[in-house]
């Protein structure tokens, strides 16, 4: 589903080269659960951007859904995301002037799937959000919200979901129903996600916790090996 090699990132820092990611090579299979862990300014939220088509590489490879990323134009990358991708963010990204409906039915009308209306009111009504269909997101809460974007980021039925801290801006009870929500709909979708979090409960669920550290990839482990680790040490 997700393959890079040696995917690095530089930009320009007052005049000088700044190294954000370095040789970051990476393969992600269909229906895997991926976390992305370390401290701020680890580089993180930089890889995710790569690995969806958002950025472009300074050099290397990024191959999503077999389609050579950093070979395409802002355009073509745009088709291959709309065909593939779901996001949920840390800041929810609704529309205010759409409904809750709305706002689910929106991806599902881009790719003219049909039936728009009907599948994002069962999604919300799977999210837990029957009654809130036609409100607002002014009107919902901060959970309720997160929620109708976990809607629509399932609506459109991507290959994969990039998810950036999304449990970040919402307290332990509301992280916790969302968290559970994200890997309930995964899973029921077969869905490949990838997400990038300071929550090492929210990391855990993951099958694999990719560890960055200053823009480089020093540790890659599966949920096995993780608590194989974490017993070794009691």
Known sequence: MLRTNEL??????????????SDVSLTVNERD????????????????SLLAGLDIPSKGEVYLAGQPLHE???DQRAAVRAQNVGFVFQSFHLLPGLSALENVMLPIELKEQGNAKQRAAELLEKVGLKERLHHYPNQLSGGEQQRVAIARAFASE?????ADEP??????????????????????????????????????????????EAGRVVSDDTSADSQAAVMGQE
């Open 33 to 48: 659960t991926v976390a992305i862990v370390g401290v701020s300014g680890s580089g993180k939220s930089t890889l995710l």
């Open 167 to 212: 449990t970040g801006n919402l307290d332990t009870k509301n992280g916790n129903k969302v968290s559970d929500l994200l890997f309930e709909l995964n899973q029921q979708l077969g869905t490949t996600l990838v997400l990038v979090t300071h929550d090492d409960r929210l990391a855990e669920r993951c099958q694999r916790v990719v560890r960055l």
């Open 72 to 74: 395409l134009d802002e």
């Open 158 to 162: 991507p290959k994969i979901l990039f």
């Open 8 to 21: 690095t990132k530089i930009v320009d820092s007052q005049g000088q080269d700044l190294t954000i990611l």
